[in-house]
């Protein structure tokens, strides 16, 4: 699910005039806030029916696709970003979209949930449970994710695949939480946002 | 508000010259209007149609049982607003509903044209259809939209006249024909040129009918219309009778259905023109067509596309409009695209479905609402 704060987030990092691809775009509102704010072109992406009528609602170019069908309608470097906000955990194969993503953009924008946080291991080590959380609400038997990581998990899988990190922003809405990010990241940090080239 | 529908003959007092180098001096071109043009003439929708389509799109003569062929989605409050727009459907040069074409007498000999009215290509319909809007007065499209072969009248006419479209909704369309879909409207037209009656395409002179050819094609058409699971659920293997009958009879449903769709197309449709808007189906090729040119067209063309497709047609299956789709994103243009779940198959296009409405609503409401 997406949340204003992280969406606002990835739009300071988008230039004016530039030409973006919003990936699992739901509602359109990255790409209309970008439009209205930043006079930036491009495309939403979704594959969910419901949410391209809410996006044309909204006014943005959307295109109805299944991400995990890869992205060959689109061409070599035609997008200034790729952006994937807090959808990666329900992509198939993550190393091959993301590969793509630094194929038709120069820079890419990942957002995920930290499934480090505390209160995800506060869930499963005390509780016993599948962690829920309010980005990811779901029961384990109901769940569209199917690949969640850490913070850790993923700088990892980025080094692995040689994808360069040149930004990143730890964030969460709690004042305590933000208070000890900057010390324990994966611990504290509810959403990470990465920039890659 | 009513739906204001009006019919009329535009008398097209101008020559023209098709793709295949033929002149026709003068034309008719019969259409259909609903709703209301606008002071600035800023509302105005044109409607291209199908293959067995033609003017009649909405609304209902007294006399009819069955209003026209797109009712469910044009009128007031309906996805195509006539309370909000203009709405311009012509039935098509060469048709055989009211505009000059094969069933219509050439004026020199005083005999029906018959096969020697020339072939007829989407692009030329464009151009028949610019005579149209010049006639009516209408400076600009707000929409060209079609579906099927309409569809790729809408495609053509972003490429023939970019500035003249301010969007564009192309459905279930493609944008030239594969092998198969070729084949097809071949054992089409053998089997209209291979009937009896058919006298070489004279028959309208010769007081015949090449009715069994003709029902033949439409039947075959049909089947291609229709998906495996909308057969199954529709008909399924269901008995006319109680039991099977041992002879060539029609035993099943879908063979009682089929015969009876063959025989009320002849009723109202002529095989000369379903051998020229199938030819004209199978010569559709713009992006060949406009070759180095489409470059520069495109790069005229602002419009906002919208591209349909239902996921049970297999005649123009979803893959064909990504290709519409894809060649105007290479050429950065507004496009969206919404793959509308269906078990209708081709035909869905003319069905209602909620999703569909919906995309064509959110769509058009966009432009039609300050």
């Given at each position: ?19 973006v691809?919003?990936?699992?775009c ?8 970008l ?15 419901s949410?391209?009528k809410?996006?044309l ?11 995990n ?30 590969k793509?993503m630094?194929r ?39 769940t ?15 080094k692995?695949n040689?994808?360069?990190i ?12 933000n208070?000890?990010?900057k ?13 890659i080239? | ?26 034309f ?18 044109l ?11 909405a ?10 062929w797109?009712?469910?989605m ?14 311009v ?5 060469g ?6 074409g094969?069933?219509?007498?050439d ?6 044209f ?20 010049d006639?009516?007065q209408i ?10 072969l309409?569809?790729?009248q809408a495609?053509q ?9 301010e969007?564009c909704?192309i ?5 030239k ?33 090449p ?16 998906s ?43 095989a ?5 808007m ?16 489409l470059?520069?067209?495109?790069a005229?063309n602002?419009?906002?596309?919208l ?20 060649l ?20 869905a296009?003319?069905?209602?479905n ?6 064509m609503?959110?769509?058009?409401m966009?432009?039609?609402?300050a």
């Open positions: 699910m997406r949340i204003r704060v992280d969406l606002e987030l990835i739009s300071s990092w988008i230039e004016e005039n530039s030409k691809l919003d990936l699992g739901g509602d359109g509102s990255l790409m209309k806030m439009k209205e704010q930043k006079n930036v072109t491009g495309y939403g992406v979704d594959y969910d029916i949410q391209i809410l996006s609602d909204n006014k943005i170019n959307v295109i109805q696709l299944d991400l069908d890869g992205l060959d309608d689109f061409k070599n470097d035609t997008f200034d970003y790729v952006v994937l906000a807090q959808s990666l955990q329900e992509i198939k194969n993550p190393e091959k979209l993301l793509e630094l038709i953009g120069k820079e890419v924008i990942i957002s995920f949930p930290n499934m480090g946080h505390w209160s995800s291991r506060y869930q499963l080590f005390v509780g016993g449970r599948m962690p829920v959380t309010s980005e990811l609400p779901y029961a384990w038997h109901n569209p994710n199917i690949h969640l990581c850490t913070i850790y998990d993923f700088e990892n899988f980025c692995e040689n994808f360069t040149s930004k990143s922003s730890i964030t969460s809405r709690s004042f305590f939480d208070i000890m990010i010390a324990l990241p994966n611990f504290f940090g509810r959403v990470a946002l990465f920039r080239n | 508000m009513s739906l204001n529908l009006k019919t009329a003959i535009a008398k097209i007092e101008h020559s023209i010259e098709l793709t295949s180098g033929a002149v026709l001096q003068t008719e071109l019969k259409y259909e209007t609903y709703g209301n043009l606008n002071e600035d003439k800023s509302n105005a929708v409607i291209c149609h199908a293959l067995s389509g033609n003017h009649h799109a609304g209902k003569y007294d006399k009819d049982d069955k209003p026209g797109w009712d469910n044009i009128g007031p409050g309906k996805p195509i607003d006539t309370n909000k727009s203009y709405v459907c012509l039935n098509n040069l048709g055989c509903h009211g505009s000059t094969p069933n219509t007498k004026k020199k000999t005083g005999k029906y018959g096969i020697k009215f020339p072939i007829v290509t989407v692009s030329d319909w464009v151009n028949t259809q610019k005579f149209l809007m006639y009516l400076p600009k499209w707000s929409f060209v939209i079609g579906g099927s309409g569809g790729m495609l006419w972003s490429f023939q006249y970019p500035t003249l479209v969007n909704i459905i279930a369309a493609a944008p024909l594969t092998a198969q879909n070729i084949a097809f409207n071949e054992v089409a037209r053998q089997a209209i040129m291979k009937d009896p009656n058919w006298c070489e395409g004279d028959y309208l002179n010769q007081n015949k009918i009715d069994k050819g003709l029902s033949l094609a439409r039947m075959l058409g049909h089947i291609t219309y229709l495996d699971d909308s057969m199954k659920k529709k008909f399924g293997r269901d008995l006319r009778e109680t039991e099977l009958k041992f002879n060539y009879d029609v035993d099943f449903e879908i063979e009682s259905y089929l015969r009876y769709q063959g025989e009320k197309f002849v009723s109202n449709f002529d000369n023109t379903y051998l020229l199938t030819k004209s189906l199978d010569y559709f090729d713009p992006i060949k067509d406009f070759g180095d040119e470059k520069t067209r495109l005229e602002k419009s906002s596309f591209v349909v497709s239902f996921t049970s047609d297999w005649r123009f299956p979803p893959k064909r409009s990504r290709e519409i789709v894809e105007l994103l290479d050429h950065k243009k507004n496009v969206s695209y919404a793959e509308i779940k269906s078990n209708g198959g081709h035909d296009f003319l069905m209602e909620e999703d569909y409405f919906d995309v609503k959110n769509f058009i966009r432009s039609t609402c």
